[in-house]
């Protein structure tokens, strides 16, 4: 009893030390300089190596995560940042930087695990005080970390090197937090986001599906989730709210991914780069902005969808910009631009498709997302960024980043004016019967005043201004 109430303490400093990572915003200058790869090696061989990974290991985290009870995922993604900074450390071939990659991919993928965790480890009341508990912890370390890593560097005079010495400290501290967190007394069910806690009836159920084998509850799961796409996506709303999320997460993994291999490409003098300073401001100001918006949430729900089509123009111009203008003071602008307009887009998305959902499938529609747009980011990698194929420099490949970023505002333009003439001529049918009703009462009473005078009967002539 004594350990389930230290569940939260132990999450939330598990959660600061495995983001307290000071080396990540040198990746780049540490792999090129201390490593020795080239720009080639780091960009087209090394860096693809996640977007590849990152998916299928997301998917099976997804599926799995509800059945081995979340402390093994939580477990699984804690080894894998430990071993993503053994193999930084001691790495030395191309080939052990691309399973670096693998095994960074399983620890950002089994990030779910944790916050899946957060729903059984406490009541509902208390599931948003925990989530914003997380969200700080979160922020604080990556932003500690990040500045820390300018100071230190700076004027410490501590080396890439010694900073993942200090990062792989961090990550092993997080591991060994994460063994100490208490194993949940149910679970939420594959996929199933419409209960936080069980009631007594409930719980003897569960009892008794713990003699469901493993499989079965997959095959279930599975069939379930065919279900929620159904329930999930049948809302025009949650459609269109939905495309601008995965619109906006697929940008933010792909310049992610590639701002860094920009900055090393624009900057002329290794003593005025300021990558920390940068990351840890980008983070504070967009965790401001969202705060902002969930804050203000009236405001949130009179946004229109058009409005993020503005914004994904704006975050066009973003990733425009350090490409005409090849200035690295000006990147880093534009990156932190780029990342406050991403995660407004983000937050007003999920806000609005959390109140477009009749039923509680809020957590279901959110990973479906990811997928996708993991999805998007796994092709436009291949195609752009890998060596087999088109093997793009970092400037190339912002140029594809503001298409694509275009292209989805003229897909959903024309979208919208499709939309409107359809309506349009929707309701111009029925205007049209109601016309021709009218115009054929008029035409039976002229008949039945024609015929009074006539004898009942019509003149030729009448009848072919009748017709």
């Known amino acids: 009893m004594v ?4 569940a939260v303490p132990i999450l939330l400093f598990y959660v600061f030390f495995r983001d307290f990572r000071p080396s990540e915003p040198f990746l780049t200058p540490f792999l090129n300089e201390s490593k020795n790869f080239t720009k080639h090696e780091i960009n087209n061989m090394i860096y693809p190596v996640w977007s590849y990974s990152q998916l299928p290991i997301f998917i099976l985290v997804l599926v799995t995560t509800d059945i081995v009870r979340y402390r093994p995922m939580i477990w699984l993604g804690a080894m894998g940042y430990v071993s993503t900074w053994l193999l930084l450390v001691y790495g030395k071939t191309v080939q ?3 399973l670096m990659q693998v095994t960074y991919a399983i620890g950002t993928a089994c990030e779910v695990a944790y916050k899946s965790y957060v729903f059984v480890a406490v009541t509902k009341e208390r599931y948003s005080t925990v989530s914003f508990y997380l969200a700080g912890a979160t922020l604080l370390g990556r932003s500690m970390s990040s500045f820390a890593s300018q100071i ?5 005079e501590i080396s890439f090197l010694q900073l993942h010495y200090i990062s792989l400290a961090s990550v092993s501290l997080a591991l060994l937090l994460a063994l100490l967190i208490p194993a949940p007394q149910f679970s939420i069910g594959l996929n199933d986001c419409s209960a936080i806690q069980p009631s007594a009836s409930d719980q003897d159920k569960l009892i008794v599906d713990e003699n469901i084998s493993h499989v ?4 279930e799961g599975l069939q379930r989730g065919k279900t929620n796409i159904f329930l999930s996506y049948k809302s025009v ?6 495309y601008w999320a995965i619109v906006s997460s697929a940008l933010y993994f792909m310049v992610g991914n590639s701002s860094q291999s920009l900055w090393k490409d624009l900057e002329h003098d290794k003593k005025k780069r300021y990558n920390g300073y940068v990351v840890g401001v980008t983070g504070l100001l967009s965790s401001f902005s969202s705060w902002v918006l969930t804050r203000y949430s009236h405001s949130v729900e009179r946004t229109k969808a058009t409005v993020l089509a503005l914004l994904t123009l704006a975050i066009a111009l973003t990733t425009l910009l350090p490409t005409i203008i090849q200035n690295l003071y000006l990147a880093y602008v534009c990156d932190t631009i780029f990342n406050i307009i991403t995660s407004c887009c983000m937050t007003i998305s999920l806000f609005k498709i959390a109140h477009s959902l009749t039923t509680n499938l809020y957590g279901f529609v959110v990973g479906v997302n990811a997928c996708i747009a ?6 436009v ?9 088109l093997s793009f420099n970092p400037r190339q490949q912002y140029w594809v980043y503001t298409g694509f970023a275009v292209l989805c505002v003229l897909l959903y333009f024309v979208y919208k004016c499709v939309v409107l003439a359809r309506r349009d001529s929707a309701t111009e049918a029925p205007r049209s019967r109601a016309v021709s009703f009218a115009e054929n009462e008029a035409a039976d009473i002229r008949r039945k005043e024609l015929g009074g005078f006539v004898g009942g009967n019509l003149s030729d002539d009448d009848k072919i201004l009748d017709a």
């Open 3 to 6: 350990l389930s109430r230290l």
């Open 237 to 242: 709303q949650t459609r269109r709210w939905a």
């Open 216 to 219: 079965q509850k997959v095959k």
């Open 374 to 379: 993991g999805t998007l980011d796994l092709l």
């Open 96 to 98: 052990q930087m691309q």
């Open 381 to 389: 990698t291949f195609i752009v960024i890998d060596e087999r194929v």
């Open 152 to 156: 230190l560097h700076d004027h410490a």
